[in-house]
């Protein structure tokens, strides 16, 4: 009996430091509220709400009217730019037959269009774990790191 009552008091005891690790985590990506409530007011009725810390920013992953996003907000709750993940068919055509040209046989894991903050659209391809970006008519603009 005794040894039931050990064992039992060990597991308690891995699942109380499990589950405080957890909230560690937690919080270390949970945004100031001055970043939450600008993200709030920005994209009200968002579903799926994901906090990343990124470098000294803020990334949040989100849906929002049926299309998969992100946005990116600075410490002080200044929106950066947002990401809403499209089809590759979507992508500019020039953008499209870049890929073809200079990455044969490779297929584009994902695209999106980004719009920056001051309203300078994007688009990135990724291929090969590389993150492409093109400019609206589809020209190759630069290789950007993950």
Do not use: C, H
Request: charged share 30%; aromatic share 8%; no cysteine.
């Amino acid at each position: 009996m005794k040894r039931v009552i050990l064992v039992m008091l060990i597991a308690a005891g891995f699942v109380s430091v499990s589950k405080a690790q957890e909230k560690k985590v937690g919080k270390k990506d949970a945004p100031p509220t001055s970043v939450s409530a600008a993200f709030n007011k920005a994209f009200p009725g968002s579903s799926n709400v994901k906090w990343e810390k990124e470098e000294s920013d803020y990334e949040v992953g989100f849906m929002q009217n049926g299309k998969e996003m992100s946005a990116v907000y600075d410490t002080k709750g200044s929106l950066k730019e947002t990401e809403v993940l499209m089809n590759v068919s979507e992508l500019p055509q020039a953008a499209q037959d870049y890929v073809k040209k200079n990455y044969k046989n490779a297929t584009v894991k994902e695209a999106a269009k980004i719009t920056k903050a001051d309203g300078k659209v994007v688009y990135e391809a990724e291929v090969n774990k590389k993150d492409l970006i093109f400019d609206t008519a589809g020209k190759f603009l630069k290789v950007q790191a993950e």
